[in-house]
């Protein structure tokens, strides 16, 4: 079955940087478009990236573009969220998943963004 494992987030100071990374396996990744969501305590899933399957198009929500970079690579099955500029307003549960509404996610990794 489909197995999505986020790994990466952590502690770090507002204007800080992380990399995320989420190991796919269970269906042909290769093939897949996938997305990155995430969810802030309180608030529901939110759309943060996506990247088609042989990284060819991304896009960003609105919020991201000039701050994070979705890549992927298909040899390892793996799936990465280099997020720059770090404000607390990003402390969420991040989560990969096969479609921009969060679907098969994983457990997610939680990113907080605090001095």
């Known amino acids: 079955q489909v197995q999505l494992v986020e790994s990466g987030g952590g502690l770090v100071p507002p204007g800080g940087s992380l990399r995320l990374s989420c190991a796919a396996s269970?269906?042909?990744?290769?093939?897949?478009?996938m997305s990155w969501v995430r969810q802030a305590p309180g608030q529901g899933l939110e759309w943060v990236a996506s990247?088609?399957?042989?990284?060819?198009?991304?896009l960003y929500g609105s919020s991201f573009k000039d701050r994070f970079a979705i890549s992927r690579d298909n040899a390892k099955n793996m799936l990465y969220l280099q997020m720059n500029s770090l404000q607390p307003n990003d402390t969420a549960m991040y989560y990969c998943?096969?479609?921009?509404?969060?679907?098969?996610r994983g457990q997610g990794t939680q990113v907080t963004v605090s001095s």
């Open positions: 998943a096969k479609d921009t509404k969060g679907s098969g």
């Open positions: 990247i088609s399957a042989a990284s060819h198009g991304v």
């Open positions: 269970g269906f042909s990744f290769s093939t897949s478009s």
